[in-house]
């Protein structure tokens, strides 16, 4: 018997929490730990996450502490007994006291190929930096962030035209390949650790206000590099000057030829939606104006939310 934790909570842990317990033994034991379900909408309900209605849904045993820090929350989990912890995407820090219990540790699924990218935007970062190969690491936890043993690696490249969703979506799965590849020589005892090499090492920190913002001023490869790293969370924006309205900016092109006008501009509006970068000019295909939905470019021409000589700042 098999007696594991799973410690996860938004859609990239659900890839992993779904293959783990497909692949179960009826004498195996699997209990869940996610983040505390939300409060939102007017009644300000609980809202739970992927995880949470996942493992309701199966009828798994659910935790959902606010810290794993305490005394009590760290004698609930050592209670459990078990065997090995898998992490994916959980959200709360493991002290040592939760890190030392189970018998095998605790592995984590990790978006990137370490120990470059580590921390909370793995997979943003990677886009937005122009890189092109990722991957997925697991690695044997430790105190650290992301900093321990690696368990297995595996790299894939970066399409060029790649959104931060389509990638999310490929190493979501490719972590739970790897989870459950790796499974067999974890309970067999003969996993052979490689330790990071600490000085060729990267940090992902959290996506800000200011990275989401868009620099018409930058080079094109960087501009559509950021809008396509974004997409289609939190997304890409910037501003229409004539009214100073938020734009979200969620699919674009580089725009062969030459154009003439001030960088940020909108110089084109037909056949295609043209803005002037500093060393040449991106098409608008998906935009979102303040207070609307998702649209193509060219409808928002038609419907008068973008004009010929806009300046976007």
Known sequence: MRNIV??????????????????????????????????????????DGPVALYAKEKGLPLYQPATLRTPEAQEEFAAIGADLAIVASYG???????????????????????????????????????????G?????MDEGLDTGDILSIRETPIGETECAGELFDRLAVMGKEMML?????????????????????????KITKEDQRVDFSRPTAEILDRIRGLCPIPSAFCYTKKDGKLLKLHEAERADGSFSGEVGQIVEVKPRVVVKTSDG?????????????????????????????????
Request: aromatic content about 6%.
């Open 6 to 47: 799973f410690m996860g909570t938004g859609p990239f842990a659900l890839e992993a929490l779904t293959g783990l317990y497909e692949s179960l033994s009826a004498d195996d034991r699997l209990s869940v730990y996610t983040k505390e379900s939300k409060k939102a909408g007017r009644g300000m309900k609980e809202k």
């Open 92 to 134: 709360l820090i493991l002290p040592k006291a939760v890190l030392d219990t189970p018998k095998h540790g605790c592995i984590n699924i990790h978006a990137s190929l370490l120990p470059r990218y580590r921390g909370a935007a793995p997979i943003n970062r990677a886009i937005m930096d122009g890189e092109a190969l990722t």
């Open 136 to 140: 997925v690491t697991l690695q044997q």
């Open 181 to 205: 590849e790796l499974l067999p020589d974890v309970f067999a005892g003969t996993l052979k650790p490689i330790p990071q090499n600490h000085n060729e090492s990267t940090y992902a920190a």
């Open 281 to 313: 000019a991106i098409f608008l295909n998906v935009i979102q104006p303040e207070g609307k939905g998702k649209m193509n470019a060219r409808d928002a021409v038609n419907g008068r939310k973008l004009e010929q000589g806009d300046l976007l700042i």
